[in-house]
Nanobody, 112 residues
Framework: QVQLVESGGGLVQPGGSLRLSCAAS????????MGWYRQAPGKQREMVATITSGGYTNYANSVRGRFTISRDNAKNTVYLQMNSLKPEDTAVYYCNLDLRFWGKGTLVTVSS
């Protein structure tokens, strides 16, 4: 069974930065696509960024140019570098593996 554990969330002021990490169990991490999704209060979960096993990335229009997804297959970890954060980025951020497995989420709050 795959387990995903997110970390790095917290409270940050508008314009600030955070880096989220997602550590995955299992030895076949490198062959799967990974993604970050988020869910704000009262809203549906939405895709933030995805990265394929080959390193190709895709971003939601709302975060393109501000967020960067990356992966380290040796560490079974995927990252989300978030810069120029806005209050509307406030949400619980979830890590996903192969569109099948989900972490429990980490809360990001952008507020002054």
């Amino acid at each position: 069974q795959v387990q995903l554990v997110e970390s790095g969330g917290g409270l940050v002021q508008p314009g600030g930065s955070l880096r989220l990490s997602c550590a995955a169990s299992g030895s076949i991490f490198s062959i799967y696509g990974m993604g970050w999704y988020r869910q704000a209060p009262g809203k549906q979960r939405e895709m933030v960024a995805t990265i394929t096993s080959g390193g190709y990335t895709n971003y939601a229009n709302s975060v393109r140019g501000r967020f960067t997804i990356s992966r380290d297959n040796a560490k079974n970890t995927v990252y989300l570098q978030m810069n120029s954060l806005k209050p509307e980025d406030t949400a619980v951020y979830y890590c996903n593996l192969d569109l099948r497995f989900w972490g429990k989420g980490t809360l990001v709050t952008v507020s002054s």
